[in-house]
């Protein structure tokens, strides 16, 4: 409307400014004089403008009939689409033009007019290869989703938009949340352009999400071959598929191949802990205990991991706390220093009620470190030394305010997994999990309450003076394993510290 309004006031200003004009040249003396034939001829002022302008056309109108006139002689000369050619010219002038004006429309996100400019450019043009993509775009940024797809479906008929009427239709699958049919969609623009980088990406994502392994690791082989992606990277995404398909493969109860797998897995990428905690596993079910030892080893020189240590004892899972924190030296003696190491001896002299070692191992770690994991540890050492039940619970208090430790962590999104998966729940991205303390705690680690029992494995039975004291202090030890367990300051193996049934503290 206030367009509309301003373009009206120009044109009454304008003819204003024409009469005006005019009216001064008609007031204005002298003029041209002109001598033609013999005879003369006087212009007045305004006449002297007329016929300027009069002149101007006529020399445009001559320069047009000589093009005719070139055409012409063309096409008597054998050149059929000469004619064709001199009418066609100016409307694939003024195609372009709208052409251009579309687009300019479209960057600057005015789908409408975008859409009104691209169908004039296909009246004068007749060229739906250049302007259906305009109108699709356009129509998508409208809200036109019908009209979209019907664009994009004409563009899956030319060989030579197939591609871009393909992409098309299959991020519209995405937006409506059809990733079935997208990823049969991506599979299709990626026969038709392997080497396109965004579509690789995005098909192998599909792929991953629908436990496509396979096809997955056929993609991720192709962005190897067409470079874009560095081998190193392509190795640890190669391992991850690998293991994700031994994963599902072990739910399936198919445990041969889960164990193949599992250690082709281990073979891409020994420093993956996921993969060398399955890997270990698959060889202790082999019963070959040796290479599950220096898989571990191998991966725990790499990063000290609750996972590992869970695994490693699997390997002799009925030995007695004293022959278990023997046998773990293979494990400690690396990277002793390390806050997992640390913890991991900690648990382990709990466990066998050797409490003076435990602290010795902990170390500073419940003043330095502060989180629930080394503070409910420490408060099953206080425990077990016969501290008065006040700074038992001034440590448990603590414990439940304290911070998280390691999680698994997206990268992308920042979310928290319990376990670790290949791709987020999230954020549904690929290979975006590592093992770090997260910004915001909110959720218990997998391997916190439950680490220890598979690392204490099962002892035997204690003495019955033994179990006598045990059970005259299961009313305080019960404090320590609900407060390690309580969802609001989870430690990893923590509650395992004072549990009466493994451990007298």
């Given at each position: 409307m206030?367009?509309s309004?301003?373009?009206?006031?120009f044109f009454?200003?304008?003819?204003a400014?024409?009469?005006?004009?005019?009216?001064?040249?008609?007031?204005?003396?002298g003029?041209?004089?002109?001598?033609v034939a013999?005879t003369?001829?006087?212009?007045?002022?305004l006449?002297s403008?007329?016929?300027?302008?009069v002149?101007?056309v006529?020399v445009?109108l001559?320069?047009?009939?000589?093009s005719?006139?070139?055409?012409v002689i063309k096409?008597?000369?054998g050149?059929?689409?000469a004619l064709?050619?001199y009418f066609?010219?100016s409307?694939?002038?003024r195609g372009?033009?709208?052409l251009s004006?579309g687009m300019?429309?479209?960057?600057?996100?005015e789908?409408?007019?975008?859409m009104q400019?691209?169908a004039?450019?296909e009246k004068?043009?007749?060229?739906p290869e250049?302007?259906?993509l305009?109108?699709?775009?356009?129509a998508?940024?409208?809200?036109d989703?019908r009209?979209?797809?019907e664009?994009y479906?004409?563009l899956?008929?030319?060989?030579?938009?197939?591609f871009?009427g393909?992409?098309g239709?299959m991020?519209?699958?995405l937006?409506?949340?059809d990733?079935?049919?997208a990823?049969?969609?991506a599979?299709?623009a990626?026969a038709l352009?392997?080497?396109h980088?965004?579509t690789?990406?995005l098909?192998?994502?599909?792929?991953?999400?629908?436990h496509d392994?396979?096809?997955?690791?056929q993609t991720?082989s192709?962005k190897?071959?067409?470079?874009?992606l560095?081998r190193?990277v392509?190795t640890?995404?190669?391992a991850?598929?690998?293991?994700s398909e031994a994963?599902?493969?072990?739910?399936e109860?198919t445990?041969?191949?889960?164990?193949?797998r599992a250690?082709?897995?281990?073979?891409l990428s020994?420093d993956?802990v996921?993969?060398?905690?399955?890997?270990a596993?698959?060889?202790?079910a082999?019963?070959?205990p040796?290479n599950?030892?220096?898989i571990?080893?191998?991966?725990?020189?790499a990063?000290?991991?609750p996972?590992?240590?869970?695994?490693?004892?699997?390997?002799?899972p009925?030995?007695t706390p004293a022959a278990?924190?023997?046998?773990?030296?293979?494990?400690?003696?690396?990277h002793?220093?390390h806050?997992?190491?640390r913890?991991l001896?900690a648990?382990?002299?709990i466990?066998?009620?050797?409490?003076?070692e435990?602290r010795?191992?902990l170390?500073?770690?419940a003043?330095t470190?502060?989180?629930?994991?080394?503070?409910?540890?420490m408060a099953a050492?206080?425990?077990g030394?016969g501290?008065?039940?006040?700074v038992?619970q001034?440590?448990?208090?603590?414990?439940?305010k304290?911070?998280?430790g390691p999680?698994?962590?997206?990268d992308?999104?920042?979310h928290l997994?319990?376990a670790?998966?290949p791709?987020?729940?999230?954020c549904?991205?690929?290979?975006t999990?590592?093992?770090k303390?997260?910004?915001?705690?909110?959720?218990?680690?997998?391997t916190?309450?439950h680490?220890l029992?598979?690392?204490?494995?099962?002892?035997?039975e204690?003495?019955a003076p033994?179990a006598?004291?045990?059970?005259?202090l299961?009313?305080d030890?019960?404090?320590?394993?609900d407060?390690a367990?309580?969802?609001?300051?989870?430690a990893p193996g923590?509650?395992?510290?004072?549990?009466?049934?493994?451990?007298?503290?």
């Open positions: 206030l367009w309004l301003i373009k009206i006031l009454l200003a304008a003819i400014a024409l009469a005006i004009g005019a009216g001064y040249l008609m007031e204005a003396d003029g041209i004089q002109m001598t013999g003369e001829y006087t212009l007045g002022p006449q403008v007329i016929a300027g302008l002149l101007i006529l445009w001559g320069l047009k009939l000589l005719l006139l070139v055409a096409f008597l000369n050149d059929e689409t064709s050619r066609d010219r409307r694939e002038r372009f033009q709208a004006d300019t429309a479209l960057a600057s996100g789908g409408k007019l975008a400019k691209a004039k450019a004068y043009l007749r060229k250049l302007t259906n305009l109108t699709a775009q356009a998508e940024m409208s809200g989703t009209k979209a797809t664009t479906k004409q899956v008929t030319n060989e030579a938009t197939r871009v393909v992409r239709i991020k519209q699958k937006a409506e949340g990733t079935e049919t990823r049969k969609l599979e299709k990626f352009k392997p080497r980088e965004e690789q990406n098909l192998l994502e599909l792929q991953a999400q629908a392994w396979a096809g997955a690791r991720l192709a190897l071959k067409y470079g874009t560095p190193d392509y640890r995404r190669e991850i598929l690998a293991l994963q599902d493969v072990l739910r109860d445990s041969i191949e889960a164990q193949e250690i082709e897995a281990n073979r020994p993956l996921p993969a060398a905690a399955l890997a596993r698959a060889y202790i082999k019963g070959r040796r599950a030892v220096r571990l080893k191998k991966a725990w020189e990063q000290p991991h996972d590992l240590a869970a695994a490693f004892a699997e390997i002799m009925n030995e278990r924190v023997k046998r773990f030296t293979a494990l400690t003696r690396i002793p220093q806050p997992e190491t913890l001896l648990e382990l002299n466990v066998a009620e050797d409490f003076p435990a010795r191992a170390g500073d770690l003043e470190a502060t989180d629930a994991r080394a503070l409910t540890l050492i206080e425990r030394e501290a008065p039940d006040a038992v001034g440590w448990l208090a603590r414990a439940l304290a911070p998280h999680q698994w962590v997206c992308k999104c920042n997994h319990a670790w998966v791709i987020c729940e999230n549904k991205g690929l290979d999990l590592s093992w303390i997260p910004r915001v705690t909110e959720m218990t680690s997998a916190g309450v680490m029992p598979l690392i204490v494995g099962s002892l035997p204690r003495a033994e006598a004291a045990d059970a005259d299961d009313g030890d019960a404090e320590v394993e407060a367990s309580d969802p609001a300051a989870p923590s509650d395992h510290a004072a549990d009466p049934e493994k451990a007298r503290a």
